[in-house]
């Protein structure tokens, strides 16, 4: 079993920032990537923010330079530091992890997190 906790969504004004934290706990051998998705009313779930466990990144484009994911292997947790938020980022953010148990490649999401951004 494989438990994602999601925390820090909420409501915020525009230009204001949030901290998105994620941490995976349960049978996992190690992980592969971290990141963090999101899905807005009517539209389809879009990647966000990806760490590689080497550290490598990449960010939509409608993020890049607002926001930065960060990852603590040893804690197998991931961050995501949202600033200038803007009405068109309320989403529910979801974490996804890949990872291995045994010899398999698994995907697991979280329960996802509100983050509605008022103008």
């Known amino acids: 079993q494989v438990q994602l906790v999601e925390s820090g969504g909420g409501l915020v004004q525009a230009g204001g920032s949030l901290r998105l934290s994620c941490a995976a706990s349960g049978s996992i051998f190690s992980i592969n990537a971290m990141g963090w998705y999101r899905q807005a009313p009517g539209k389809q779930r879009e990647l966000v923010a990806r760490?590689?466990?080497?550290?490598?990144?990449n960010y939509a484009d409608s993020v890049r330079g607002r926001f930065t994911i960060a990852r603590d292997n040893a804690k197998n947790t991931v961050h995501l530091q949202m600033n200038s938020l803007k009405p068109e980022d309320t989403a529910v953010y979801y974490c996804k992890i890949e990872y291995v148990s045994e010899i398999y490649l698994y995907d697991h999401w979280g329960q996802g997190t509100q983050v509605t951004v008022s103008s």
């Open positions: 760490i590689t466990s080497g550290g490598s990144t």
